[in-house]
């Protein structure tokens, strides 16, 4: 079963703005990630957010998680075509239970 | 270094017939995964490895399902006769150790059964 659930579930855009896509998931958690996976292609990890941590970020990524409101959301700023991809979350459970659970993904297109 | 390997990329079967996917995880890599992920959906989780020990399997859908990762290293998904909902991509992933660590997929196995 999906744990989350990403928020658009399609999301086009002009080259150069920003791009902002949501995740919403149900149980308590350790720790989010966030993936991006290419057309027909595999996953690629883009960043952890642990579970105390409110705000990160990783080059033009930012990420925020509200464990109150169990969601998280992922700012991709100044878009390139290059970041056409599905966008997914991901999260783990309980502590020592590292399996896991995917959402059902944001598919994001660059507009070039 | 090399990633995350799996084979073979594409099996076509029949069936009924029996199937062994294989994944060869990052050397060094403790933790190894697999998923299964239908179009359009995100990976669902299967089972899971520590070294040579399955911690979780309770993603395996029904006892048709098996895994096994017997020196702790390559790990092989076996689906015994096979049935067409059984169709779908299967991802292997690793990661150095359990916990807040990123997980590394493979390219998949694209399963036909018709």
């Known amino acids: 079963s999906q744990q989350g659930e990403e928020d658009p579930q399609a999301l086009s855009i002009q080259e150069g703005e920003n791009a902002t896509m949501n995740c919403s998931y149900k149980?308590?958690?350790?720790?989010l990630q966030w993936y991006r996976q290419n057309s027909g292609r595999g996953l690629v990890h883009l960043i952890l957010?642990?579970?105390?941590?409110r705000e990160k970020h990783s080059g033009r990524l930012r990420v925020t998680l509200d464990t109150s409101k169990k969601s998280s959301s992922l700012l991709i700023t100044a878009s390139r075509a290059a970041d056409t991809a599905s966008y997914f979350c991901?999260?783990?459970?309980?502590?020592?239970?590292?399996?896991?659970?995917f959402g059902t993904g944001t598919r994001l297109t660059i507009i070039p | 270094g090399a990633g995350v390997s799996q084979s073979p990329r594409y099996k076509v079967t029949k069936r009924g017939q029996d199937v062994a996917l294989r994944c060869d995880p990052i050397?060094?890599?403790?933790?190894l995964y697999w998923y299964r992920q239908a179009l359009g959906q995100g990976p669902e989780f299967l089972t899971y490895?520590?070294?040579?020990?399955?911690?979780?399997k309770s993603g395996l859908p029904n006892d048709r399902f098996s895994a096994e990762r017997p020196e702790g290293s390559i790990s092989t998904l076996t689906i015994q006769r096979t049935e067409q909902r059984d169709s779908a991509m299967y991802r292997c992933?690793?990661?150095?150790?359990?916990?807040?660590?990123?997980?590394?997929f493979g390219p998949g196995t694209r399963l036909t059964v018709t």
């Open positions: 050397s060094g890599h403790v933790s």
């Open positions: 957010i642990r579970s105390n941590e």
């Open positions: 490895f520590n070294y040579e020990a399955q911690q979780d």
């Open positions: 149980t308590s958690i350790n720790n």
């Open positions: 991901a999260t783990d459970g309980d502590f020592g239970n590292e399996k896991l659970t």
């Open positions: 992933a690793s990661s150095l150790w359990t916990g807040p660590y990123e997980q590394y």
